[in-house]
């Protein structure tokens, strides 16, 4: 499911209260106590400004007094002050501030802030903290005792952060440093506890609302034995310049009323569909793209990092970089962004090039083993081509590949050849010892060979065809960058989440895989994942592995859905053992669950990889509940006996489940909200009650199980939280001020099936333009989508697989019932309408569906009229194949005629057929308005 989104060592406690949270780092935090001081200091004298405070020594410097809680330390060695002490603890030290219209700064590295105090109940501060295991800035003003605290972006947590509050007249910024310039936070208007000069300057510890950091009476009760260690390497306080005194009347009305999201607002803005080229502008390409080549289920991946290096992890140093021209000047240049694409679009030979001095430089890297076997050595090949753009510059005479801490490298001649200078290169991955230069031909040779493999690869999973360039290279770069990502250990083939990072199995993503693979045609694939997800089920029954309940109902859905993409009864019959044990692994859970209450008959367990505690969550259970109705369908196209036991105690489940979400909603500032664990309201509390964060992230996916209907009030609860309350930025999941934006793909599914194709569409674009890098289509776990830093988790399985699974259902979808009566295939009820403007074509190539291949395509005639075959399946029809024809200029359908005559049924712009067995033409006319 998630995949543990920081690095260990960035880990914080994953407890619900961030207060508890925490750790010291012990190369910052030693004890070290220097002194109590409990009273709340008043200005002696005014401060000599500008100042500017290093920890040179080893103590503060003069004029700071030390306020130290029973349980903590400060220390401060080497430049840093390092500030511990348990939740609810205080460490900090304190100045007088002396002057108003102040602007106090900071370098922060973890449990750290700075602070503006006027007296106890009237103080602000911007920092660090962890609530979860991402880092996160965070900001906080009291007033008349009154506190609110906003979570803002995440961030490494142990990396330094330049940090300010910029105080003005009028108002109070939080503000960050990036790129050398002050980006705001937040901004609030001064209230009337800010009035008058702040008493203190104060930094250290990170404080929360209820820790009453600055009362002089009372007592400040930590909570817990684990301590939170924050360390600040400067601090500085400066006059706010005169031009910043005040904000101006059109920063004031932003602050008063924030504007919309940009993106979310083009659907209030109109009716027609959202487009990629509409929305790309609003927001910036990633910073930090990254691609890996190689041979697919190798666990040797070669990635490609945003500098051109070579990496084997984005999270360690490269293997190999390349230095070019005759100075030997990196390739590669922070803020320099290359031109990156792959070969044909889509197949994982990468190419990147920019100009330096004059010359263009083209590097091209690919990985090929003998016989692209996963049991021999991967080799890199690169090719650095050089061209003159500028008449002044000369062509360069060699390349240098370096490696180590840059101090060892090898130097290859370049030779001139057309007009431009060439040099080709091979090494054992990933050993840049072995580098040595080989002939053009060799390298043509390797590179054909890899391409061609890969188009044979790819070949059979192109099911679809459609009028834009960018989405036919992206949908098979993401199975490409899928099968890289899967390593084939002792045997096995092993999806993992990236290479060189989450490089292990989450098993509910590996089931998606599974399904993926499967609607795209790969079944022999998708066996070799779920026999090896087979091979790792326990004695017991349980398949678990790195992520928590999700994978065992996961495990079971992704057996049946196979049975149901494929049709094979041989397979099915080998694996309904392993259904059967996995089924009898949740009815004993189930037996040993509480018995009435709001938690009746739900199962504790670890939710995902991201909290390891036990606790009753509703996706897990809804995904155990789902999968189990799955394999009883499954199970009794066998006969097999366990069928009805199993589809009966799956509807008391899922009914279960229904109860207690009907038991749990709770009304809050006029919305009805459903928590996603019953007892604890954990993400709830944690997202601030809002719809994004760790919360959109499990109910978004909720949905996609299918366990509720889209007309359940409960779905509207969920629905109603994440839409109207922050939980979508740019039509997809928002997540510490940014976005995942793979988890929408249950939200995005849901807007599918309430025929609110725009809010899809919007969200599918924003997976183009914002999930993923623009022109290699490589996509990431989580990116700061205001400023384009993206986390280095790229290319990200699980984003891959709901990519895949999103642009699929836009082409076609099954709506199963319990009913077969009721049953309905949709065909084209997502495709945007520009795809289907006069001279195009959408079609649809033997996709595997739950009954059956089917296949279409629908051409758009120049007279306006459309055209549509259909090879319906054959396994089993649907009671119903609705086709959605969605013309360009939003105009319902006039009539249609089928050859051979066939009963169909019109409604604006669908068709319905029923019962349909047999290929069939259509031809379509619209009504002129």
Known sequence: ???????????????????????????????????????????????????????????????????????GTIEVKEGWATFVAPAGGRSHIQRPAGADLISVSGKLARWASIYIVWDAD?????????????????????????????????????????????????????QYELD???????????????????????????YGVDDKPFATEGAHNTIGDEKQSGA?????????????????????????????????ALLRQGKDDPTYEQIVGYYPPFRSPREIVGVAGHVQEIGVDWLGRLDTSPWTPPKAWFLVGDSAVEFGQLGVPFQRRLLHGYLPLVTLSRVIDGVEHELTVFGWSEGFRVDQDTFAYARMTARVVDKQARLPKRVTLAWGDGNKHRTMAMAERDGRAECFLKLKWPEPTSARAIEATEFAAKFQATATLWQQKLAPATRFDVPDRRVMEAYRAWIAYSMLNADTINGHLEPHDGAGFY????????????IAMDQYGLHDYAAKILDMQCHFQQADGLYVQDCGLVDAGGFIAGLAKHYELTGDRDWLQRVAPNLVKQCDWILRERQAAPKDGLVRGLIKFRPYNDYQGKVYNY????????????AAAALKDLGAPEAGKLAAESELYRNDILDSMQAAAFSRDGLTLLPMEPDTHRLLKLSKYRGGDYWGLIASPLLGTDLLAPDDPRTAWIVDLIEQRGGLIAGVSEFQDGIDHAYTFGYLNHTLKRDEVRKTLLGFWSFMAFGMTRDTYSPVEVSMIKTGENHYTLPHLYSCTEQLRLLRNLLLREESSTKPEKNVLWLGQGIPRAWLEPGKHVAVTAAPTTYGDLSYRIDANADGTFRVHLDPPTRHAPAELKLRLRHPSGRPIASAKATPSTPLEICEETITLKDVKNPVDLLIQFREN
């Open 503 to 514: 490089d292990s199995m989450f098993g509910n993503s590996v089931t998606l895989q599974a």
């Open 232 to 264: 600040i390497d400067e601090v500085g306080i400066e006059p706010t310049p005169t031009s910043e005194w005040k904000l101006t009347e059109a920063q004031l009305k932003a602050v008063r009323q924030p504007p919309d999201e940009p993106v979310n």
């Open 1 to 71: 499911m998630f995949a543990n989104r920081a690095k260990p060592k960035l880990r914080a406690s994953s407890t619900l209260d961030r207060r508890r949270a925490g750790r010291i780092w012990p190369c910052l935090a030693l004890p070290c106590c220097l002194g109590l001081w409990l009273g709340l200091s008043q200005a002696t004298g005014a401060e000599v400004l500008p100042f500017q405070e290093r920890f040179d020594g080893s103590g503060p410097g003069a004029g700071w007094e030390t306020v130290i809680g029973s349980a």
């Open 619 to 630: 996706l897990g259970n809804a995904w155990c509940a789902q999968g189990m109705a799955l």
């Open 122 to 174: 009237n103080w602000c501060g911007v920092g660090k903290l962890s609530p979860t295991p991402f880092g996160r800035f965070y900001s906080i003003d009291v007033a008349n005792g009154k506190g609110t605290e906003v979570d803002h972006r995440g961030v490494d947590f142990n990396t330094r952060h330049a940090m300010r509050i910029r105080l003005g007249s009028d108002h109070v910024a939080f």
């Open 180 to 206: 050398g310039k002050w980006v705001d936070l937040r901004t609030i208007e001064r209230p009337n506890g800010f009035s008058g000069a702040p008493t203190l300057v104060a930094a250290g510890k990170a």
